[in-house]
């Protein structure tokens, strides 16, 4: 048990997630009462352990929503991918161990009655769009934090679920990306420009804003199934 901001008691156990013969690492926080749980797809060359998602993950805890931060690769792929880089722009990749992700929380006795939304960072946010387009009704909401939209691709006008898009004000060369990929949304959506803020959102009060602006998101659109 952990004790997040608020007071609220939350369980927070380790967990190992199948996908085609592997095993990725997780990290499942769960708060009494959760009614929906985030799944996290970190940005290109990061991990779990991001300390940008971690930062959301404890707000969003915070009011009464479960995260679940994973590996989208094994340790052996990270270590491939360090060497020249080309998995962590396989998108089909990512959204397929996202949607597995998915498949696995919606299986849990501990998890299965919580909505599911997800919640990417870079390269992640594409991830997070295709595995909701695959996914369907499965997933409830989309946040993208200076995400990749763009390289959904295709898969953008089949996104069904409500859909949140976030972008530093002066990240100049992804937020034109972003506004590119939301004309081709077709679900409810919304582009959120926080002001001042560059791509890392490493500004005074920049995460906190986005943060605040997911949980949020979260908030209004994740039920319990």
Known sequence: MSINDKGREASARSVQIPASGISLPGDLAIPAGAGGVVLFAHGSGSSRNSPRNKFVARTIQASGIATLLFDLLSPAEDREDAVDGHLRFDIDLLATRLANAARWINEQPETRHLGVGCFGASTGGAAALVAAAELGPL????????????????????????????????DHHVLQLNRAAYAQLRCQKR???????????????????????????????????
């Open 139 to 170: 997933v409830q909401a989309v946040v993208s934090r200076g995400g990749r939209p763009d390289l959904a691709g295709d898969a953008l006008p089949r996104v069904s679920s409500p859909t949140l898009l976030i972008v530093g004000e002066r």
């Open 191 to 225: 582009l959120v420009l926080v002001p001042g803020a560059t791509h890392l959102f490493e500004e005074p009060g920049a995460l906190e804003e986005v943060a605040a602006l997911a949980t949020e998101w979260f908030g209004r659109n994740l039920r319990p199934r």
